[in-house]
């Protein structure tokens, strides 16, 4: 056994959090970690208002002295626990949640420590996952421990050391669409409806951010309905890969822009399209009327309230015009003045819906290309959480 302490440098590397908890009404939190090892602890910086922080930092504790065998450390790395925080300017900051992990030791001077999240634990609950790693160093000779080749000290931002290279997720370019159809039975917030809500997308800090709906009421859908990140860098791994934050605001008097609603996605794996695999090309509306498909509302040039299935073989529908068409279709004969016998030329007449397609059954909500995200408001994961 060794009968002097060792020094050691211990390398606490906290790159990003997701789904923590919210410390706000509003349903974010500007959140910091507080790292502790053995009787001294550092903190990040804070990352103001999201529930996905990327902290990119290093923590270097230095000149540690530990008294335990070289070896026995080897086999039980001694604990490190990083504790997450809201930062309140008023009260007492929030507490978030706790991650305890064993430290990275190792013989092998050349052998670093990979990222890997981190179960958060808020009392008996999951609050989360942490990404992060931590490597203790020998920095004095020891026969029963080689000393460790000290790593170089990583690079710096705004007087904080970053997550070096070696062990920061391979990052790859990426770019983002996003179809933002319609807000739909948005219950009240602070006492008050929801008039003028627009869609805030969210990925590794970048925010992006529709056009406010201007009446819910008469039309709850986007009139530009396409939010694009054009260049994006998202980690090549897929286990590091980041959330999607999907947050709606609601444009108030006087410059007020609450947060009244978030999701979010944690898995964009099921939405990825590789560069050798190309999403499928949206159909205009006269090439999804000929295949019976569906089609985007970008690509269309004014609103389609109904549904024709069509033979492009029969010739003779050419001889009348749409009006006669519908008309016809729906038994108007005072108002089908040009239809004539219509029915003996097109025996397939033009469906004709009272509501919206979405609300019809057999449409199943459009889901062919759109998908349905409930949204959340609060502590999401406590017992104040409620869909909205």
Not at 222 to 245: A, D, G, H, M, R
Not at 313 to 330: H, L, N, Q, T, V
């Amino acid at each position: 056994e060794s009968g002097m302490s060792d020094s050691y440098e211990l390398r606490a590397y906290v790159y990003q959090a997701r789904g923590i908890r919210s410390g706000d009404e509003s349903g974010m939190s500007d959140a910091y970690c507080r790292v502790s090892f053995q009787h001294r602890s550092l903190q990040t910086r804070v990352i103001s208002e999201t529930v996905m922080p990327t902290w990119d930092e290093t923590l270097v504790f230095d000149n540690l002295h530990l008294c335990e065998d070289p070896r026995q450390m080897l086999k039980n790395p001694p604990e490190v626990v990083v504790e997450i925080f809201d930062k309140d300017t008023i009260a007492k900051d929030d507490f978030l949640g706790r991650v305890g992990s064993p430290v990275f030791v190792h013989a092998n001077a050349g052998v670093q420590p990979a990222l890997q999240w981190y179960t958060i634990k808020h009392l008996s609950e999951e609050s989360g996952q942490l990404l992060a790693a931590f490597h203790l160093i020998a920095t004095s000779e020891n026969p029963a421990i080689k000393m460790q080749q000290l790593p170089k000290p990583p690079q710096t931002r705004e007087k904080k050391y970053i997550v070096p290279s070696g062990i920061r997720p391979e990052m790859q370019r990426y770019r983002i669409e996003m179809l933002t159809w319609g807000i739909r039975d948005m219950k009240r917030f602070q006492a008050l409806t929801i008039g003028n809500p627009a869609v805030q997308l969210e990925c590794c800090g970048e925010i992006k951010a529709t056009e406010p709906i201007e009446d819910m009421k008469k039309n709850p859908n986007f009139q530009k309905s396409t939010l694009v990140f054009e260049s994006i860098y998202l980690p090549k791994k897929k286990i590091y890969c980041p959330p999607l934050n999907i947050g709606v605001v609601d444009h108030r008097s006087f410059g007020r822009k609450p947060l009244v609603g978030l999701h979010c996605v944690r898995n964009l794996e099921r939405y990825q399209y590789s560069s050798a695999l190309s999403p499928p090309p949206m159909s205009t509306p006269k090439e999804a009327r000929e295949k019976g498909k569906t089609f985007s509302p970008e690509a269309a040039d004014e609103p389609v309230a109904v549904v024709a299935e069509i033979d492009p073989d029969k010739k003779d529908e050419e001889k009348f015009d749409w009006w006669s068409k519908y008309y016809a279709s729906i038994g108007n004969a005072s108002a089908a003045l040009k239809v004539g016998d219509y029915s003996k030329y097109y025996e397939d007449r033009i469906q004709i819906y009272n509501s919206n397609l979405e609300d019809v059954d057999e449409f199943e909500r459009l889901s062919d290309f759109l998908e349905t995200f409930p949204l959340m408001r609060g502590n999401w994961q406590g017992e104040n959480s409620r869909t909205i």
